[in-house]
């Protein structure tokens, strides 16, 4: 069966200071990879995508994630947080074309000025 | 990424009674979900809504208890009926659009007393 991990319920970070939040997934095959945020209040926006080619994929607001086959790993990373970020972050994975989505529990980003 | 609205954004419903949930889309879209958020917790599909078809729906979710209409491209409903406290939840509408990606609709956010 397929699943998707966020290991840490939060993270916490100073503003300007780097953020990751770590995911990581279990499936057979090569996986579609999804990281999406919840501001408060408000419904998900997805923020970037992996699904073949380069392992680094760049997203919106300044977000990038690495693909990483050998650990089954794709973190979300920015090198200078905002107190803006603060929010929820989920990761999500596709099995293959066709397939339903996957959530992670998500993890709650707090940045602190 | 395709503009989606739902209405109502939110609402207080008593026990025993049925709400139904519009996702209006601003293209034309083949596939759309329906995803519930309980207080706390991750997204977990309910249904999957086709034009032209029935809705196919996740383990544990019923037909009876969550209708879905989705008369042309660009729209769609979930009703939630009979609702008890434990369907107070978040309810979200998605459309996959582009290589596998769902974009998401802000939410109803639904309390059940």
């Known amino acids: 069966a397929q699943s998707v991990a966020q290991p840490e319920d939060q993270v916490n970070v100073a503003e300007g200071n780097p953020l990751t939040v770590k995911c990581t997934y279990s499936v057979s095959g090569n996986p579609y990879l999804f990281w999406y945020v919840q501001y408060p209040n408000r419904g998900l926006q997805f923020l970037l995508k992996y699904i073949t080619g380069d392992n680094l994929v760049k997203g919106s607001y300044g977000f990038e994630a690495e693909f990483n086959k050998s650990q089954t790993s794709f973190h979300l990373k920015k090198p200078s947080a905002l107190v803006s970020d603060s929010a929820l972050y989920f990761c999500s994975m596709i099995k293959a074309a066709g397939n339903k989505l996957t959530f992670g529990g998500g993890t709650r980003v707090l940045v602190k000025p | 990424s395709a503009v989606i609205s739902q209405k109502p954004s939110r609402d207080i419903c008593q026990r025993g009674t049925s709400l139904t949930i519009q996702c209006q889309v601003d293209s034309q879209v083949t596939m759309m979900f329906w995803y519930r958020q309980q207080p706390g917790q991750s997204l977990t599909l309910i249904a999957t809504a086709n034009q032209g078809s029935e809705a196919t729906y996740e383990s544990g979710f019923v037909i009876d208890k969550f209708p879905i209409s989705r008369p042309n491209l660009t729209f769609s409903t979930l009703t939630v009926s009979n609702m008890s406290p434990e369907d107070s939840s978040i309810y979200l509408c998605?459309?996959?659009?582009?290589?596998?990606?769902?974009?998401f609709g802000p939410g109803t956010r639904l309390l059940v007393l």
């Open positions: 998605s459309v996959e659009q582009g290589a596998e990606t769902q974009y």
